[in-house]
């Protein structure tokens, strides 16, 4: 009798024990989850940011036309996302390449699912913003001659045939990801898979008439894109750490360390070599160094994050200033530029300066750090991410884009072209700023 | 009557407003324009792509004159508005064959 109490006792303080513990595979952690809701909300911003980036840039007969193609992508990517998206990205893998269709339409996932120490629904809204502005970025190469029938089918199309798949071989348990491939929120999924897709839709879609190629109309308006990217990308990087704790602190510091450099070696490159510095130089600047940090984000330290700026700024100054005018395809607001070279400057230099010191003794010393054949394999397994990806990317696009162009047509008419996509296509002029009246009520 | 058009440098217009002002001119019209003479335009650069500005911005004033004020309006003018560089402007000076003020229908010298 007396044993038996003692194992009810047992029981009792074991019940209750285990009741405090947090086993983390099982339990939600709300700091965590917390923040993470709130990344998600942060990185959502930056597609309006990206929208508002781009726009400025554009000519003002085309503003409305690409703020709206870019926001188009949070509508449809989001649904996609829901429908296929997330469980092609990260459902049950097939053949390391995708994922499957179980999770279609977020069957089976419940407000009670966990993933790591957040909720499962977490997670899908944290990826689903990474998706989104995915789509959004290649979109700025192709200002003024897109048909807005060929934006609606692009996005859906691309979203799934080319984000889906390299966001499952990198994170979704995909053969990059299981070859140690280090990318910690998207420098290859997100900036080297955009860029190399912009790169092929231009090559598609033809460059515009020199006398369609204005200035930007809108410089502070860049501006305030820029910032309020700078300000969501605490989210894409930082939140990517998927938990609150020290490392995406440690994300947060090194990414605002490499895109305050990145921004300030723009503006010193500029200043040297055309004279003056410009507002629009610094915006970029700021946006190169914020997609070369990307990848490197959870595993470089901030000496490292310099370093990186300063090659994101010379690098993505030198491509767009210089590449683009070499190379002669029309990417009009610099897509390749900033992301496909900014990415694969990041890319290469997470293999320059990763470090165990926050990694962790399972973390890998970059070839800058460790000097040895660790850092040297590690670049190669770094190089083998970003090929594959500008490689696939590059084909699946031109893919996508011929299939756009067979259906509903790619490109708007030469008139259209002319007049600006904003009345052309959408019979809606960006602004009404003079007094007298422009237009009457019928 | 005359109407007397002057192009001038933008910062200039509130010397001109303040200069026929002085004179009694009791009224002008004002509008920005875009232009050159012989002076060059700028380069604009933006992320590495260069845009010729030929035609710049500069600040139209007219105002409608007594025959007899013409000379001491132009003078006035060019006075305030030079500075010695290229692209100071022009003043041109035509006849203007009948005026109507709209509120009390007056015509002629009487409406300047």
Known sequence: MRKLSYIFILMFVLMLVSSQMAWAEDVVDTGDNAWILTSSALVLLMTPGLAFFYGGMSSVKNINNMIMMVFLCMCIVSVQWVFWGYTLSFGADHGSFIGGLGAAGLHGIT???????????????????????TVGLILGAVEGRMKFAAAMLFIPLWATACYDPVCHWVWGGGWAGNMGILDFAGGTVVHINSGAAALALVLVLGRRKSANIRPPANVPMIALGAGLLWFGWFGFNAGSELAADGRAAFAWVVTNTCTATAAFTWVVCEWIHRGKPTLLGLASGAVAGLVAITPASGFVGPLGAVQIGIMAGVGCYFACVKMKAALGYDDALDVVGVHGIGGTIGAFATGLYCTKMVMGPDGVDGFFIGWSAE?????????????????????????VAYIVKATVGLRTSEKQEDAGLDLSLHGEAGYHLESEAVGTLK | MKKVEAIIRDEKLSAAKEALKALGVAGMTVTEVKGHGTQKGITEVYRGRQYAVDLLPKIKVEAIVDDKDVKKVTDAICEVSRTGSIGDGKIFISSVEDIIRIRTGESGEKAI
């Not at chain 1, 120490?117 to 977490?122: G, N, Q, V």
């Not at chain 1, 770094?382 to 490689?391: K, R, Y």
Request: aromatic share 16%; glycine share 8%.
């Open chain 1, 111 to 133: 407000p009670d699912s966990v993933s790591g120490t957040i909720s499962e629904y977490t997670f899908v809204a944290f990826q689903a913003t990474f998706a989104i502005i």
């Open chain 1, 375 to 399: 850092g040297i394999n590690q670049l190669g397994l770094q190089c083998i991410g970003f090929l594959a990806t500008w490689a696939y990317a590059f084909v699946v696009t031109l893919a």
